[in-house]
C-alpha cells in the first residue's frame, strides 16, 4: 500500500510551485507579444479525438438492443452539436441519439460530448458498422469507423416495427413549428431480412421545400432507405452513408442511390452507384458517383482498394489504395491514391501515419501529401488543397516520476505549393503541457502553446496557461490562468489576461448537482482596453425516481472598453435560463426550455424565449 505524503511536504511543494508559477506568469506577460479576440486559437489544424466507450472493436453483444457510447474531444476550437453525424449500417440515426456537453466548467465553445444510442427496433444477428463523422469549428474533420456482432438467438420469422414523432414548438424570439415523424421496420424469415426506414418533417416555415405543399405547411421526404440482407450479402437503395474509410478522401455523406456488399470476416467488397451533393467547380451541384471498396485481411493487417468516378457529363476518377497493419513495436496506415479528370490531368495523394514507443515515450505521426493537379481537392481531407499541400504532426506522451506527465506536439501545414492559387497559407503550431499531483486528489498543470500563420497578413501567437484542480469528496474546484497574446503585421499587437474558476457541488440528500463558473478577462489591443466578465449558476435536480428532471441556469455578463482617455459604456446582459424534461411514460417524454433576457448598452431592453418539444412512440 502507497504511503501518503506528510502533509507539511505537501505544503512546502505546493508553495513552492505557486511561487514558480507567479514569477513565469510575471515574465510571460510581460514578455509576449501577445492575442486575437480573447482566448480564441489562432491555428488548429489538429482534428477532433473520437474516443470509443461501448462497445469496442470486435465485441461480440448479447443483446439486440446494444447501447453506444462515444466521447468526443477537441481542446483548441471547439465542436458544434450539429456537426456530429452518426451511422449504423449505412443508416443516418443521428437524430436519434443522445448528446451531453460534459465540459459544463467552462464558459465558450463545447469541447467534449458525451454521444449516445440505442436502436429502437432489435438489431440482426450478425456484424454491425459503426461510423462517426465529426467536424471542429476550425473546419477539421475526422471519421472513425469500427464494427461489433450481435450473438443472439432468433426465430425463423419475425417482424418488428418502430414509429417516433418529435413535435417542436418555439414561441420566443420567433414563433416555428416543426414536426418529423421517423419509421422503422423490418421483416426477417429463415436467413432473409427486409428492412425499410423513411424520415419526414413538416414545418410552417420555408427550407428546402420553398412554396407550401400541405395545407399551410412545408412538408419534405427527408431521407427513405430499403434494405435486404442474408448471411453473406447486402443490398440497399435509397439515403445510404457510405461506410468509406479513408485518410485522404472526406466521402459518402448524403449518397443517394444503390448499394451492393458482401461481408464475412476475411473478405469485404461494396459496389454503389447514385449521386452526391459536392462543392467540385462553382458552387453546390449533384454529381453523378460510382465506384467500389474491395477489403480483405492479411496476418495483422488490412488492406483496402478503391474505386470512385464522380461527375456527369465530365467525370472525374479516382484508384486508391490502403494498407494498415500492427507489428511488434507499433502500427502503421499508409494510403495512395491517384485521380484524373477528364481533359487527362491527374494527380496523387499520400498519407502515412503511425504510432510506436521509444525509451517509454508514445510517439505518433501522421503525413499527408497532394499534389497541384489532384483533381479532388475539395473533399480533400486537407482543407483548401488546391495548388498542393501537406500537413503533418509530431506528437510524444511521456509517464515521468512521481505521476507527472509531459505531452508536446508539433503540426504544420501549407498549401498552394505551386503557386498555383493567388494566395498561400502556411500553418504550424507547437504545444506543450506538463502535468502533476501534489496529493491524489489535487492536480496541477503547466502548458505553452504557440502558432504562426502566414497568408494575407502574418499573425503569431503564444499562449501561456497554468492552473490547479482539486477533487472533494462531493465536488470539484477547478482555477485555470491564460496570458496570451497575438502580434498582426498589419494590425498591432493585443495582449490579454483570463482567469477562470470552476466549482462543482453535489448535494445527495436532495439529489442536487450544481456548477458555478467566474471568468474574467483583460484585453490590452493597440487602439482601446476592455474588461469582461462572466458568471454562470446552474441547478440540476432529479424528481420523482426521475420522472422529471429541471435544470435552472443564471447568467451575467459585462463588457466595458477603454480608450486612451477615459470608459466608455459597455454592455450589460442578465439571463435566466429554465429546462424541464418530463418523462410522462415509457414512450411519450416532453422537454420545455423557457428564459429571458435583460440587456442594457446605450438603452436597455427585454428578451424572451419559449420551446417546447414532444417526442413519442406511437407504435
Known amino acids: 500500500m502507497k504511503k501518503k505524503k506528510p502533509v507539511n511536504k505537501i505544503k512546502k511543494k505546493t508553495k513552492a510551485f505557486f511561487v514558480q508559477v507567479f514569477v513565469c506568469s510575471i515574465l510571460c506577460f510581460s514578455l509576449f507579444p501577445v492575442l486575437a479576440e480573447e482566448t480564441s486559437i489562432l491555428v488548429d489544424i489538429e482534428p477532433p479525438q473520437i474516443n470509443i466507450i461501448k462497445p469496442v472493436e470486435g465485441e461480440e453483444i ?363 497559407t502556411k500553418r504550424q503550431s507547437v504545444q506543450i503541457d506538463y502535468s502533476g499531483l501534489f496529493s491524489p486528489d489535487f492536480k496541477w498543470f503547466l502548458g505553452y502553446q504557440g502558432g504562426i500563420v502566414d497568408s494575407y497578413d502574418k499573425s503569431k501567437q503564444q499562449i501561456f496557461k497554468f492552473g490547479f484542480n482539486r477533487e472533494y469528496e462531493q465536488g470539484s474546484l477547478r482555477n485555470n490562468f491564460l496570458f496570451t497574446g497575438n502580434t498582426f503585421m498589419n494590425r498591432g499587437d493585443t495582449r490579454s489576461f483570463q482567469y477562470s474558476s470552476a466549482y462543482n457541488r453535489v448535494f445527495p440528500q436532495l439529489d442536487i448537482e450544481t456548477n458555478s463558473i467566474l471568468q474574467y478577462t483583460i484585453i490590452d489591443k493597440t487602439e482601446k482596453k476592455e474588461d469582461k466578465l462572466e458568471l454562470r449558476i446552474s441547478a440540476d435536480k432529479t424528481w420523482f425516481s426521475e420522472l422529471l428532471k429541471s435544470r435552472i441556469v443564471f447568467s451575467y455578463k459585462t463588457n466595458r472598453e477603454k480608450n486612451d482617455i477615459l470608459w466608455t459604456s459597455g454592455r450589460d446582459i442578465l439571463d435566466l435560463e429554465t429546462y424541464l424534461n418530463i418523462r410522462v411514460n415509457e414512450n411519450n417524454s416532453l422537454k420545455l426550455n423557457a428564459g429571458v433576457s435583460f440587456w442594457e448598452k446605450e438603452s436597455s431592453g427585454r428578451d424572451y424565449k419559449f420551446s417546447l418539444s414532444w417526442q413519442s412512440k406511437i407504435l
Not at 215 to 237: I, S, V
Not at 361 to 375: A, C, E, G, K, N
Not at 406 to 413: A, D, F, K, P
Request: glycine content about 10%.
Open 62 to 424: 448479447i443483446t439486440e438492443f446494444p447501447l453506444l457510447e462515444v466521447k468526443l474531444i477537441d481542446q483548441e476550437s471547439g465542436i458544434s452539436e450539429e456537426k456530429i453525424i452518426i451511422t449504423i449500417d449505412g443508416i443516418d440515426v443521428t437524430g436519434d441519439i443522445e448528446i451531453e456537453r460534459e465540459d459544463t466548467e467552462n464558459i465558450g465553445p463545447a469541447r467534449i460530448w458525451q454521444v449516445r444510442y440505442q436502436p429502437s427496433i432489435p438489431l440482426n444477428p450478425g456484424e454491425h458498422r459503426v461510423q462517426i463523422d465529426v467536424e471542429d469549428n476550425a473546419g477539421n474533420t475526422r471519421r472513425k469507423q469500427w464494427c461489433f456482432f450481435v450473438q443472439v438467438e432468433k426465430g425463423e420469422t419475425g417482424w418488428d416495427l418502430d414509429l417516433n414523432n418529435k413535435l417542436s414548438y418555439s414561441y420566443l424570439p420567433l414563433e416555428k413549428l416543426k414536426n418529423i415523424s421517423t419509421l422503422n421496420t423490418n421483416y426477417r424469415y429463415k436467413d432473409q431480412l427486409l428492412l425499410f426506414r423513411f424520415q419526414t418533417s413538416a414545418t410552417d416555415h420555408p427550407g428546402l421545400v420553398l412554396e407550401p405543399n400541405l395545407g399551410e405547411y412545408y412538408l419534405r421526404l427527408d431521407n427513405f432507405t430499403l434494405g435486404w440482407q442474408n448471411k453473406e450479402y447486402g443490398l440497399q437503395y435509397g439515403n445510404i452513408n457510405l461506410p468509406f474509410d479513408s485518410g485522404l478522401l472526406h466521402f459518402a455523406l448524403g449518397f443517394k442511390g444503390i448499394c451492393v456488399d458482401k461481408v464475412n470476416p476475411d473478405e469485404k467488397w461494396k459496389l454503389f452507384q447514385g449521386i452526391t451533393a459536392s462543392s467540385i467547380g462553382l458552387g453546390l451541384s449533384v454529381m453523378n458517383t460510382y465506384g467500389g471498396i474491395y477489403q480483405w485481411r492479411k496476418g495483422t493487417g488490412t488492406k483496402q482498394v478503391y474505386f470512385l468516378d464522380i461527375g456527369k457529363q465530365s467525370s472525374t476518377k479516382l484508384l486508391g489504395f490502403q494498407d494498415r497493419f500492427v507489428f511488434s513495436q507499433g502500427l502503421v496506415n499508409y494510403e495512395l491514391s491517384y485521380g484524373q479528370d477528364s481533359y487527362g490531368e491527374g494527380g496523387g495523394g499520400l498519407r502515412l501515419q503511425g504510432g510506436t514507443s521509444i525509451f517509454d515515450i508514445l510517439l505518433d505521426t501522421d503525413f499527408l501529401y497532394f499534389q497541384s493537379s489532384y483533381p479532388l481537392t475539395d473533399i480533400a481531407t486537407i482543407s483548401s488543397a488546391r495548388g498542393g499541400a501537406y500537413k503533418y504532426s509530431i506528437s510524444g506522451h511521456k509517464n515521468l516520476k512521481d505521476e507527472k506527465k509531459l505531452i508536446c506536439n508539433y503540426s504544420r501545414q501549407e498549401n498552394n505549393l505551386e503557386s498555383r492559387e493567388r494566395i498561400s
